[in-house]
């Protein structure tokens, strides 16, 4: 199916586009505080905003999104510290003020938007069983042909979503998101540094299990690629690799 100017807002004026975080919450594997991953907000805002695209900021509850320590390419840990994209993002200050006040995702106006954008980080994984409204949100998307997203950790909302008929959205479409390789990687990695007991796990459940088990058709590209999917008006990405990728599916889908 070609999306090509499918349901646009307004021909004459920029795309629109929600990306949507997910609220600040506590694990309730590790105790962490968790949040959103910065590149898989910034990566995509770089490349829509590139197009001219106005893209607005929202979350479940609204407020102040916090993001997940490892995600911040000036954390201690390193592990983001080549992350140039959500650098620059993090010192200019009327970007970084986009996250201290999101708009909640119940007040969004789906027939004001061309795309949702779900991202990930930890947080999705406890939080958007409770997020009915985002369960909501992004049905609507859909069966409006709408280009409808989620990234990374924020695929497991896809666990939740049912279309009007009763249906999960996931079944039988081809999806991507977080791995089970990638998850062993992040259970090791913090075995090994005895954050953790090895017979606890950092997620409470797994993406690419549920999915298939939903229906899906779950694919990926390997351990930490970057990657995404499209299956007609449905986007998914894999990781926080993926975010451009996710993002150029999605200009391409709006037909510019």
């Not at 407020?63 to 994209?85: E, R, V």
């Not at 980080?121 to 409808?148: C, I, N, S, W």
Request: net charge negative; aromatic share 10%.
């Amino acid at each position: 199916m070609s999306l090509k100017n499918l349901n646009p807002v307004n021909k004459n004026t920029p795309k629109r586009v929600a990306i949507v975080l997910a609220n600040p919450a506590i694990s309730s594997t590790t105790g962490w505080p968790v949040g959103f991953w910065w590149s898989e907000l910034t990566h995509p805002y770089y490349e829509f905003a590139e197009k001219g695209y106005e893209v607005l900021l929202f979350s479940p509850d609204g407020g102040k999104c916090s993001p997940d320590a490892m995600s911040d390419p000036n954390d201690p840990s390193g592990y983001s510290s080549t992350d140039l994209i959500s650098q620059g993002f993090i010192h200019t200050p009327q970007l970084l003020a986009l996250i201290e006040n999101t708009t909640p995702v119940r007040e969004m106006n789906v027939a004001e938007f061309d795309a949702i954008v779900v991202a990930g980080g930890q947080a999705p994984m406890f939080t958007f069983e409770g997020a009915t409204d985002l369960h909501e949100k992004f049905r609507a998307f859909y069966e409006a042909g709408k280009v409808t997203v989620a990234l990374c950790h924020g695929v497991a909302l896809l666990r939740y979503v049912k279309l009007s008929n009763g249906d999960y959205l996931a079944k039988n479409k081809t999806v991507t998101g977080f791995t089970n390789a990638e998850e062993d990687f992040a259970d090791t990695a913090v075995w090994s540094m005895n954050l953790l007991p090895r017979d606890q796990h950092v997620m409470p459940w797994r993406i690419e299990d549920e999915l298939k088990k939903l229906g899906a058709n779950y694919i990926q590209a390997g351990l930490w690629k970057g990657f995404a999917i499209r299956d007609g008006n449905l986007i998914t990405g894999q990781q926080n690799f993926s975010g451009a990728e996710t993002a150029k599916l999605v200009i391409q889908a709006l037909g510019e």
